[in-house]
């Protein structure tokens, strides 16, 4: 029988496959924090914010998981997201490694690691080719995430005038 750390990490993914942000927000500790190459450094209310963003953009999204450990501490699971960006209607396969860690057997940190520059080639095709491994370019792609991430936080808690990060 598995860790029950490992079942949470199960219960992230399946839900993000169902696209139910909701569900995958239950599995996060009211502390969290949240890092990947596009969205890094995002803290609790960020990243539920976020998850929910992508959950409610995506049209043909799949997600796949597989090696997930976990014990009482930490776990770690492989996971591909298979989709269509819609900012320009290319198909991206990303593949991603995870890392957690856990307090009150919820995830305290989640860690997603990818190449970012694999990920410019797929989504934004001979441009992304071209100069997405530029830094510059990377920071730019990091850029317009948050700004759409704040935007979107802007409309989901209009109460919430300023939408920081």
Same mark, same amino acid.
């Given at each position: 029988?598995?860790?029950?750390?490992?079942?949470?990490?199960?219960?992230?993914?399946?839900?993000?496959?169902?696209?139910?942000?909701?569900?995958? &927000? !239950?599995?996060?500790? +009211?502390?969290?924090?949240?890092? $990947?190459?596009? %969205?890094?450094?995002? /803290?609790?209310?960020?990243?539920?914010?976020?998850?929910?963003?992508?959950?409610?953009?995506?049209?043909?999204?799949?997600?796949?998981?597989?090696?997930?450990?976990?014990?009482?501490?930490?776990?770690?699971?492989?996971?591909?997201?298979?989709?269509?960006? &819609? !900012?320009?209607?290319? +198909?991206?396969?990303?593949?991603? $490694?995870?890392? %957690?860690?856990?307090? /009150?057997?919820?995830?305290?940190?989640?860690?997603?690691?990818?190449?970012?520059?694999?990920?410019?080639?797929?989504?934004?095709?001979?441009?992304?080719?071209?100069?997405?491994?530029?830094?510059?370019?990377?920071?730019?792609?990091?850029?317009?995430?948050? &700004? !759409?991430?704040?935007?979107?936080?802007?409309?989901?808690?209009?109460?919430?005038?300023?939408?920081?990060?």
């Amino acid at each position: 029988m598995s860790h029950a750390n490992a079942q949470l990490i199960e219960r992230f993914y399946a839900a993000f496959a169902r696209r139910d942000a909701a569900a995958m &927000a !239950a599995c996060y500790h +009211p502390q969290c924090t949240f890092s $990947d190459p596009v %969205f890094p450094d995002l /803290d609790h209310d960020a990243a539920v914010a976020m998850w929910s963003m992508l959950c409610a953009r995506a049209v043909d999204l799949e997600v796949a998981v597989s090696g997930v450990m976990a014990d009482a501490d930490r776990g770690k699971a492989h996971w591909k997201a298979s989709y269509t960006y &819609a !900012a320009t209607g290319r +198909p991206v396969i990303n593949e991603i $490694d995870a890392s %957690f860690l856990f307090r /009150d057997g919820l995830i305290l940190r989640h860690e997603d690691r990818f190449d970012l520059y694999r990920w410019m080639r797929q989504a934004l095709g001979p441009f992304g080719t071209l100069i997405g491994w530029l830094p510059p370019v990377q920071s730019a792609m990091r850029r317009r995430a948050a &700004a !759409a991430l704040a935007n979107w936080r802007r409309k989901s808690h209009p109460a919430d005038s300023t939408g920081a990060l």
